[in-house]
DNA sequence: GGCCTTGCATGGAC
DNA sequence: GGTCCATGCAAGGC
């Protein structure tokens, strides 16, 4: 890999037209074999970055530019918006199944529901133990189940309360849409872009084993990521108003996720995690 | 074209 | 399933 700043741009531009170099914009995906990016953007000099095979840049994972970034994300939600999503695409490429179900609610729903949650909800601090440390959570959580089951991770232990008549309502839409049964479900309340969550798995003895776990996003877009516990091969995605994402068989044995913060996101989310608790 | 600055995301240590 | 810090991009200003 060589840096644009280390080398003159005489050099650089002999090498290009000898075809010994190639390059990249910055990480992961597209090689562009001019001074412009695919979308016929010039490039910032110094964030150009180059290559002497293709797959020395593959090896160093790379992707687009920006503009082509923003061009690929356009595409996406428009795929969205015109429900163009292949459901039983598993998004990870190995020892787990995910799938991405879109939109499952209508805008109009969503809002309801939202707005149902973050008013009648009795949203409490969750509390986590890391390193010996006791701590209280920005994000707060609720957890509802057919009966008053408990559930322990993060060495707490929570007692469910019943459901309600809207939250009954959206369990059956998940299991309509996913064909899958629950009895349970942990919703998650952040209030900002500040507060997300950490990489983790969960694999909880109180939760059926390679059960499904399916995740209903109101509320601000977020991103959501996964990686793999071995290789660290990260996967993410973003997860709009009124989406929902199914987790399971092994995923959770060989996978992480994680809701990362973010600076640039100020309206809250609220995340449902549908899921079978054993009896 | 290049230096400087800022903003942002990420990962590791505890 | 938190928090803090270091690091490294990406991009804007000039």
């Known amino acids: 890999m060589i840096t644009h700043l280390a080398n003159p741009d005489r050099q650089l531009a002999a090498d290009i037209r000898a075809g010994s170099i190639t390059f990249a914009g910055n990480k992961r995906m597209k090689i562009f074999g001019t001074l412009r990016c695919a979308q016929g953007k010039r490039m910032k000099r110094e964030n150009r970055i180059f290559f002497q095979s293709i797959d020395e840049a593959i090896n160093e994972g790379y992707r687009p530019c920006g503009h082509c970034m923003n061009v690929a994300y356009h595409k996406w939600k428009m795929d969205l918006f015109n429900n163009n999503i292949d459901e039983t695409r598993n998004l990870l490429p190995q020892d787990g199944t995910v799938n991405y179900y879109g939109n499952i609610l209508s805008p109009k729903a969503a809002d309801r ?3 149902y949650l973050l008013a009648s909800i009795p949203w409490q601090h969750d509390e986590a133990v890391i390193f010996g440390k006791h701590y209280l959570t920005k994000r707060k959580v609720a957890w509802y189940a057919d009966m008053p089951y408990e559930y322990t991770y993060s060495k707490v232990t ?6 309600t008549a809207e939250l009954l309502e959206l369990k059956a839409i998940v299991e309509q849409k996913t064909g899958e ?5 942990l919703l998650n ?9 950490a990489w983790h798995s969960d694999g909880e003895k109180d939760l059926m084993k390679d059960g499904a776990i399916a995740s209903l996003s109101l509320g601000a877009e977020r991103k959501f990521a996964f990686r793999h516990k071995q290789t660290k091969e990260t996967i993410s995605l973003m997860l709009p108003h ?5 987790m399971k ?5 060989h996978w992480l996720h994680r809701l990362p913060p973010t600076t640039t996101v100020k309206r809250p989310r609220v995340n449902l995690t549908f899921r079978m608790m054993l009896r």
Not at 158 to 163: C, E, I, N, T
Not at 181 to 185: A, D, G, L, Q, T
Not at 242 to 246: C, N, P
């Open 181 to 185: 049964r629950f009895n349970s479900c």
């Open 249 to 253: 068989d092994t995923t959770q044995t």
């Open 158 to 163: 929570k007692r469910a309360v019943v459901w």
């Open 242 to 246: 009124g989406s929902l994402l199914v």
């Open 113 to 115: 529901y939202l707005d």
């Open 189 to 197: 309340l952040y209030h900002d872009g500040n507060e997300g969550m």
